[in-house]
T-cell receptor, first 113, second 114 residues
Framework: DQQVKQNSPSLSVQEGRISILNCDYT??????FLWYKKYPAEGPTFLIS?????DKNEDGRFTVFLNKSAKHLSLHIVPSQPGDSAVYFC????????????FGSGTQLTVLP | DTAVSQTPKYLVTQMGNDKSIKCEQN?????MYWYKQDSKKFLKIMFSYNNKELIINETVPNRFSPKSPDKAHLNLHINSLELGDSAVYFCASSQAGTLNTEAFFGQGTRLTVV
């Protein structure tokens, strides 16, 4: 029973355009949300995060939006670059003591030159 | 200088064997984790461990056990390997007690059981 869902397994975008990756979660107790990026044969690397008290966080070309009422998270990349091609995982942290990450299933982003 | 390192990167072994995967972090973090990425690419938590508590995902078979000789290491021991254990295993670490506790991951160990 997936608590974090990424319903699009893949996304292709033209270089220079906007990439929008989506994530839905089920538990309103989650209080911190993250995006990770993963290249083949490497571990996931942290990209950007947002706490539940905010609805937007921006870092250069990357912006994360949080809609708590809809339990929806999105990552916008603009402009998209070929080097952004990777698998993007959204992840959540619950308010419990362990602070474990629960991941979505990932979205393969391909940015076409 | 690698922050979280795992060895080996690839491991091929026969069913029934016992194997270990080592993990070391040089970030001074107090919490370490093991994740499993299965054939469907889901990343699932197996264990989280700091010097105070070990939290085990209830779906993890007891053939899997974490061993921490010190704060910078969390090794994964697997007994009586089965075909279904084939996956990529990722070690990670984070600093507990802060809100923005993003975890740092190792490069993964691809385990193939034949």
């Amino acid at each position: 029973d997936q608590q974090v869902k990424q319903n699009s397994p893949s996304l292709s975008v033209q270089e220079g355009r906007i990439s929008i990756l989506n994530c839905d979660y089920t538990n309103s107790m989650f209080d911190y949300f993250l995006w990770y990026k993963k290249y083949p044969a490497e571990g996931p690397t942290f990209l950007i995060s947002i706490s539940s008290i905010k609805d937007k966080n921006e870092d250069g070309r990357f912006t994360v939006f949080l809609n708590k009422s809809a339990k929806h998270l999105s990552l916008h990349i603009v402009p998209s670059q070929p080097g952004d091609s990777a698998v993007y995982f959204c992840a959540v942290i619950s308010s419990g003591s362990a602070r474990q990450l629960t991941f979505g299933s990932g979205t393969q982003l391909t940015v076409l030159p | 200088d690698t922050a979280v390192s795992q060895t080996p990167k690839y491991l091929v072994t026969q069913m029934g064997n016992d194997k270990s995967i080592k993990c070391e972090q040089n970030l001074g973090h107090d919490t370490m984790y093991w994740y499993k990425q299965d054939s469907k690419k889901f990343l699932k938590i197996m264990f989280s461990y700091n010097n105070k508590e070990l939290i085990i995902n209830e779906t993890v078979p007891n053939r899997f056990s974490p061993k921490s000789p010190d704060k910078a290491h969390l090794n994964l021991h697997i007994n009586s390997l089965e075909l279904g254990d084939s996956a990529v295993y990722f070690c990670a670490s984070s600093q507990a007690g802060t809100l923005n506790t993003e975890a740092f991951f190792g490069q993964g160990t691809r385990l193939t059981v034949v």
